[in-house]
């Protein structure tokens, strides 16, 4: 059996660039759609040490069977976890907007005047400039 260093420093390196990455994207994602970001962080950082230490045995395998596809596997994975969710950012945000709309909330682009909480409308009405 050979030993391939740099197969095992990739998937070494993966696991915090992957960790790095996930908060990083769960800050952006949060705010996109309108909040902090924090509470979602700080759900996840007790989960960040496993994360990023789940590239050693991958790396330990890929280096020991002098083989890329673990690396490659877990780096697709890794890719994949934080691109798939990208196209429901915009739904995600009009959810968003819209519950805000509805809880008396500051409307940022949403195309309904939030006449409710002034007016005590049962529905929200459509702005005349928004027209």
Known sequence: MSWSWPLFAWGVLAGPVWVVASAAAFRLAARYVGGDGSRTVAKYAGRYPLWAATGLPVGVVSA????????????????????????????????????????GGACRSCPIACDRRSAGAAEPTVSSAAG
């Open 64 to 103: 020991l069977l002098d083989t890329a596809w673990p690396d490659l596997v877990f780096t697709a994975y890794a890719l994949l976890t934080l691109l798939a969710p990208l196209p429901m950012l915009p739904k995600l945000r009009k959810v968003a907007e819209e519950q805000a709309c509805e809880s």
